[in-house]
């Protein structure tokens, strides 16, 4: 799938979560203000919450799939990333909103009110919400897409939010009222470990953490007939793209035609070995003495 294809897909997958999301919003606080349920109330708030961080994704896909500029040599990729902080910052706020109401709760002891449309409502939205975030965790892992992987453990979050709720009404309904802040304060840990996770892989990305093993792209070019040697491996960048740069050494006698085809082989190599697209640079040296050495990392460019 080329880029263009990949962002109109992510795109698509978005605006469809957006819809649901907004439905389930939009249910829940109908029947929380109808039935005086604080508790349905606050989940309805949560969906609406997640409804803003897909069109916060949406923004971060509009300028992530821009094509590269003079100002952005390498294209605006990594504002997926930056896309996928809000998000977990949105998960950030949701722990302080659960945490909040659950202190409220146990200072006053209150409970939510208990209807059978609130069980209603509650089941079905948590059901789309199970369906939403295991389609979403699908399509990201198909199209390498940090937003809607990140997404995808929001939506979820909120489905584990909506059972509590669920839980807890029926905790009231069985004459103990203090489940249901205790429940909540539990997953609230749930959801802000989903949001560390998220900031812990955005971070990677940012701060160009390697993301292939050396090995792998050394066995790959080695494998290349004319190639006698390879080293100053080095790979950055995400899903859906990989930067890489390499040197090859190669007969010194070689014509450049010659060196050249080697190169775009090696190139091609190890774009199969990665398994992703990758834009790969690759280095030609003469194999002699001082190129043959395993230089590697960042000495080389202080000798």
Same mark, same amino acid.
């Not at 977990?88 to 208990?114: K, T, Y």
């Not at 369906?131 to 979050?157: C, F, M, N, Q, Y």
């Not at 304060?185 to 940012?206: C, E, K």
């Given at each position: ?110 409970? !939510? ?24 965790? &699908? ?73 292939? !093993? ?10 290349? !007939? ?34 050249? #085809? ?16 990758? #834009? ?8 002699? !003495?001082?190129?043959? &050495? ?10």
């Amino acid at each position: 799938m080329n880029r263009s294809s990949r962002s109109r897909a992510i795109r698509k997958t978005l605006l469809t979560v957006l819809v649901l999301n907004l439905t389930v919003a939009v249910a829940k606080l109908v029947v929380g203000i109808l039935t005086s349920s604080l508790a349905v109330l606050s989940d309805g708030l949560n969906s609406l919450l997640d409804a803003s961080a897909n069109v916060v994704g949406l923004i971060g896909m509009a300028v992530a799939s821009r094509p590269p500029d003079p100002e952005h040599p390498y294209g605006h990729r990594r504002f997926e990333a930056l896309t996928a902080l809000v998000i977990a910052g949105a998960m950030g706020l949701l722990v302080v909103q659960i945490l909040q109401e659950a202190w409220h709760r146990l200072q006053s002891g209150a409970g !939510p009110e208990v209807s059978p449309l609130s069980f209603a409502v509650m089941g079905v939205t948590l059901l789309v919400n199970i369906g939403v975030s295991a389609w979403e965790r &699908r399509r990201g892992r198909e199209l390498r897409s940090p937003i809607l992987s990140a997404d995808a453990k929001h939506t979820a979050a909120d489905a584990l939010v909506s059972v509590a709720v669920i839980a807890g009404l029926v905790a009231v309904q069985l004459g103990y009222p203090l489940v249901d802040p205790l429940l909540a304060i539990g997953i609230a840990g749930v959801i802000g470990w989903g949001a560390w996770t998220i900031i812990r892989d955005a971070a990677l990305t940012l701060s160009d953490t390697a993301v292939v !093993p050396v090995e792998v792209i050394e066995q790959a070019v080695l494998a290349v !007939p004319g190639v006698h040697g390879v080293h100053n491996v080095r790979t950055r960048g995400g899903d859906g793209l990989v930067w890489v740069d390499l040197h090859i050494q190669v007969d010194p006698d070689l014509s450049v035609r010659t060196a050249h #085809d080697i190169a775009s082989t090696v190139a091609r190599v190890v774009e199969e070995a990665i398994g992703q697209p990758a #834009d790969v640079t690759v280095h030609v040296e003469p194999a002699l !003495p001082e190129h043959l &050495r395993a230089t590697r990392g960042y000495r080389v460019w202080m000798e």
